[in-house]
Each structure stands twice: as C-alpha cells, then as structure tokens.
C-alpha cells in the first residue's frame, strides 16, 4: 500500500499555521484579568482563563467541508503537458482563477485560500516505467513519503488528504512520467472564532476581528468569508447574555444583562456554517 499524507484537521492546521493560519493561543496565553473596563454595571465577573479552542470553537480548531468532486489538475490539458521524471511542478488549489492552464475547471472548485488541507482523489496514466509520486503543500519542504506508488502501463489512483497552502501543493514524479489527474472531493479550513474584551479587544481570535465597538454592548465583527447562512453563537461572562447574527462577511453581536439591559462585557463567537 503506498504511504499517505493523510493529515488529521487538527494537525492540518498546526502544520500549516506559521504560513497564513492565526493560531489561537494556549490557554496559558489568555489573559485571565487583562487591563480596562470590563463591564460597565456593577458585579462585573471576568472570566478565568479558558483556550478559544475548548470555549469558542467548541472543541475543533477545523472543519471539514465536502463538495461535489472537482477537476483541480489534469496534465494531459495544461499548458506544460504531462509530468516529467523528477521535475517538480506546482499546482493552484484556491481562487478562481489559472486553474485552466492546469487542465482543471476553468473557474476553479471554490476552495478558500484559508483550506489547510483537501480531501482528493489522485490518478496516475501513462506512466512509463515505475516510480512514485510525491505531493506536498506548496512552500513547505518535501517529504520523504510517498502519496502514490506507480507502475508501468497501468493507472494508479488513490483518495488522499493532502496538506496546502494559500499559494496550492506541488508534486514531483520520482523516477517516472506520467499524466496526473486530481479531482478535489473537499477540504478542511480553521474554524471561525473569537474571544474579545469589552471594548472590543482580541485576546484570541481565527478568521475573525472586531470591525467596530458601538458601544452599550453593540459589536461589529468582521469575518474573513460570506457568514450569512452561517449560525453566530454568542455567549458571555458573569450572567451576561449574548445573541448575534450574520449579513455578509459581518457579525453583529449583542450583549445583555439578566435584565435585558445592554453592557459591554467580555464574549465569546463562534461562527458556525
């Protein structure tokens, strides 16, 4: 069986977060009494450190999102032709555009240039003798493992989970040439979250920043893609309510008392598609 790069969401994003992820911090990196007004009634309580992983996102740092397969790479109608033996050659994954000089669909699978990794499925045809093919996120070093082990005369096909980058994932023949087919099936992206402070100030966030602080509890969250299908969970410290909604890529958040008065204290907002 050929070794996979099969990477877990987890470590998909933890793997690729130094290159255009923001990782959230442990919790020891949380502040647990940051300086400022906390809230603006009285028996303010503020919250004991907590990791945005475990409270905001509810325990996943990555979701997965599945699409109908999806024409990325198919060499035998790029620009550059077929693969040759240990040339290396780099693949877009993301955007809407350049995907036809690459054989695939023209405007492209609908990817997001925050994907960590994608599900795929990968053939190799016309092979010429037998070899291996590696495939890795673009930008990061080779592995020494193999995504696909190749044979002469015979079509190798094989579903994988492959680790990219904003920039797509590059693949070198070793050995062999060969006409290499990828058809994505979906992808893995950091989950959309925040923990902030009354005045609006991040101590921990992915994907989501304070766009503005309306003050008397009113909060406008800027997100990095559409979230108007999305459910925008809100909850609070010390008794405090929280209810918010998406339009856009925006997230407006509301914080309440227990008596409906609205107060700007600490929240937490997941962002949940």
Known sequence: MPARILISAAVAALALASAFVLAAPAASDVATDPPGDHSRVDGDSTPDAASPQDVASGGHTTSFVPIAPCRLVDTANATAGNLKSDARRDFRVSGTAGFSAQGGKSTG????????AITASVTATKVTTSGSLGVWARGTAAPNTTALLV??????????????????????PRGARMRLVIDATGYYEPAIYGVFGAEGNAYASSRLSLYSAGG??????????????????????????????????????TITSQTGAPVNAYFQASIVC
Do not use: E, H, M, R
């Open 109 to 116: 699978c609908g990817i997001p240039a925050s994907a960590t």
């Open 151 to 172: 044979t002469k005369g015979s079509a190798s096909l094989d579903s994988q989970t492959v680790a990219v980058t904003a920039s797509g994932i590059s693949v070198q």
């Open 216 to 253: 008397s509890g009113d909060y406008t969250l800027l997100a990095d893609s559409n979230i108007s299908s999305c459910a925008v969970l809100v909850s609070s410290w010390g008794g405090y309510q929280g209810s918010g909604y998406g339009s856009g890529t925006f997230a407006y958040v």
